[in-house]
């Protein structure tokens, strides 16, 4: 059987998805286990990371397995071995893999070359590790999302694609608002025009939204285009006001790390009537050990 990759939420069918978020609960009440046993993790990061970086290390470790962090740094991939390469020998000696980097190629590459499953814990392109765990966090909160309506703020980056794919895969509505130029990848918005909109007024975009999400302005790689952002992005702000012009109950949810004061104001953040970071935070551990589970198995 080929092996199986986790590089988009489109690589599961909507039923495996679902499989891996309800062992993820379950998980979350047993977080101890051997599932695991022997089993060892590849981390290739060749980007900053806390969340992903701890909830895979923890997690293989809370089941009986171990992992290895692998910085561009102090390997052979930052002196320029090639990928196909580097992905054979890596998955000859490891069980499993996951990648942080930037051309979401560079994860397709290492994904065909590797003869153990590869997930992608984030590119340019997509993050759909933090999916699961957004996709846990509603369902714990607020039950299936389903027939819902999601509104993302803000950049089209690799987060808000991420939220197209789940959109279809999930079976939701989503709305998007973002400046002009930011839009996400075009050919997504046309394959998911049936449930994808777009528009530029934040305010017009949360109306019924159940779940409004947002992300930081300038993401990794971006650094040099943070302060010009800031003023294009200014009227993005996730605060109060457009929570209170979503729907009643409406969640708030962010992958993290936020700044506070652009994309959100401080005091929504902190606020647990809306806010459910912190949960959404966690539960990328028991997200991706139900996800690694899944791939092992
Ligand atoms: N949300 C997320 O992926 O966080 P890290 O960059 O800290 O891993
Ligand atoms: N869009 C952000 C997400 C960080 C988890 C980035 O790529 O930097």
């Not at 309800?22 to 998980?27: D, G, K, N, P, S």
């Not at 409004?212 to 040099?224: I, K, R, Y």
């Not at 006001?241 to 936020?258: S, W």
Request: hydrophobic residues 40%.
């Amino acid at each position: 059987m080929a092996t199986r990759h986790f590089l988009s939420l489109l690589d599961f069918s909507p039923t495996e998805l679902q499989t891996v978020i309800q062992r993820a609960i379950e998980l979350k009440k047993k977080p101890i286990n051997q599932n695991f046993n022997g089993k060892v993790l590849s981390m290739v990061f060749e980007k900053a990371s806390t969340r992903t970086r701890i909830s895979f290390e923890a997690g293989m470790a809370q089941m009986g397995g171990s992992a290895i962090f692998l910085s561009p740094r102090d390997t052979q991939l930052g002196r320029g071995e090639p990928i196909e390469d580097s992905a054979r020998v890596i998955s000859s000696m490891t069980d499993i893999v996951m990648i942080r980097t930037f051309a979401h190629e560079t994860i397709e590459t290492f994904a065909e070359y590797s003869s153990v499953p590869v997930i992608n814990a984030l590119t340019d392109a997509l993050h759909p590790c933090q999916l699961l765990a957004d996709m846990q966090t509603f369902y714990e909160q607020r039950g299936s999302i389903q027939g819902k309506k999601v509104t993302w703020v803000g950049d089209g980056n690799n987060m808000c694609q991420s939220y197209i794919n789940a959109a279809k895969q999930f079976d939701f509505e989503l709305s998007i608002a973002c400046p002009k130029g930011f839009e996400p990848d075009a050919a997504m918005l046309t394959a998911n025009s049936d449930r994808v909109t777009v528009l530029d007024d934040p305010q017009t975009a949360v109306a019924n939204a159940d779940l409004v999400v947002t992300d930081v302005w300038a993401s990794m790689g971006q650094e040099d285009q943070q302060g010009k952002r800031l003023s294009q992005f200014a009227p993005y702000q996730v605060n109060h006001k457009l929570m209170e012009a979503a729907a009643k109950n409406a969640l708030f949810m962010h992958c993290l790390p936020a700044h506070r004061g652009e994309e959100v104001s401080a005091k929504l953040l902190e606020d647990s009537q809306y806010s459910v970071v912190w949960d959404e935070a966690e539960n990328r551990l028991h997200a991706q050990k139900a996800l690694m589970e899944f791939l092992l198995s």
